[in-house]
């Protein structure tokens, strides 16, 4: 058998060291994205770094955080970005170069780039805004009418959620006593199943006849409320049927559902007031309304009275006129027997003496019949007397069209009638007719 040279694998693994360590000098910046994490009890935390193309694996490395760094790195890292370091997330590390005879390749992580991480999840959210904006979606939930008085309200949120109950008592406890309905969806509010399980609570209630879908977050980092930037919830939103409504974050902050959303505001008190200043619209439109109606209904008042007036004072004159042109009659009637009567007893007087006082005798019992039948015209005349009359009980009634009525075929159920009594007026309403044409009538026909 021919001998071979050789190397032993120490020997192999010292010379890959040694070239790796001539090859890499230095410290340099590495994008991936974190495999696997794994912090361990001795204060070191271990990771597997990867990087995909076309959803597969292209590149794996092992890497670690010493524990004299790690401390450090995490806190710095969740403070300046809101989040924990964990598997899932692309970060900007920077590594120096290991090799160990035992262990192969790995990478010691000393640095964190914070800021890269937050860039890309900017790039991304400016990627969806385009999309949306191109798509459509944007103003679809601005041309949904929202109720004038919105009752039944649903709220996705976390019962936990900050706000939540600022919310609920400021809108259903507040002073005026407007009520609503108030069903919560809970959904988680963070973290990448965020979307899908907001999408899912908001596909239960836009079946279930709401008003108006409320999305309610509190205040939080920036990688925190970045689920609200997400592309498929926003779409989710935008194509709901109900008017969707969000109050995520801080007064700074925008995130892309508050923009395809029906309406956004940033406090759960503003959330409460959007609703509690419709009613108070609605109140206030009631109140001017009642007070439109009552001050027509005062003119009409007005003007009835008026008319009610100028009838009496018509009637009064009527009244007067024809006593006046009686009064007239009476005394060119008198006046004509006088004349007659002198005329008679002129011609009796030629007569002779012996027909004298045959004349004399009837000429009185002539004027005494002729007084008799004024006395009886002139108590006629009174008797026909219009204030006479309705001294004696009776009424004049008038109709709506402010004429005197003399059958009930001019009257109908509801109209108002008005009625002259000897000392005043009044105003009624008829409720039933008895007309005795149709009683007679009726009575004929059995």
Sequence with gaps: MEDRHYIDLLELQTSIKESIADAFPGKYWVKAEIASWSPRNNGHCYLSLTQSRGGKSVAEARAVIWKWNYPTLKA?????????????????????????????????IDDIDTSFTLGQQALERKRNIERLQKDG?????????????????AVITSHTAAGYQDFRNHLLHNPEGYAFQLDLYEALMQGE?????????????????????????????????????????????ATCPVPVITAIGHDKDVHIADMVAHNSVKTPTALADLFLEAYEAQD???DRLGQRIATAAQRLVNRQELRLG?????????????????ELLLQRSVARISKGLLHKYADVARLSDAAAHRIKFAAVAKVS?????????????????????LGLGYVLVTGKDNKVLKTVDRVAVGDRIGVRFSDGSLTAKVDEIYSDRINQFNTKTA
């Design 369 to 389: 019949a002729e007084t008799s039948r004024v006395a009886l015209k002139e108590a006629l005349i009174g008797a026909s007397d219009p204030r006479k009359i």
């Design 193 to 237: 199943q965020a979307p899908a399980s907001i999408m899912a609570a908001l596909e239960e209630a836009a079946g279930e006849g709401y008003d108006a879908i409320l999305i309610l977050r509190g205040g939080g980092s920036e990688l925190d409320l970045a689920c609200f930037d997400d592309y498929e919830l926003a779409i989710a939103i």
């Design 76 to 108: 710095l890292f969740e403070e300046q970005t809101g989040q924990s370091l964990q598997a899932g997330i692309t970060v900007l590390v920077r590594v120096q170069v290991n090799f160990s005879e035992l262990y192969g390749i790995s990478l010691y």
């Design 284 to 286: 206030a439109l009631i």
């Design 137 to 153: 979606y944007m103003d679809m939930q601005k041309e949904l009418a929202l109720p004038d008085l919105p009752y039944r309200l």
């Design 310 to 326: 100028n009838a009496e004072a018509a009637i009064g004159r009527a009244i007067q006129r024809r006593l006046g042109a009686l």
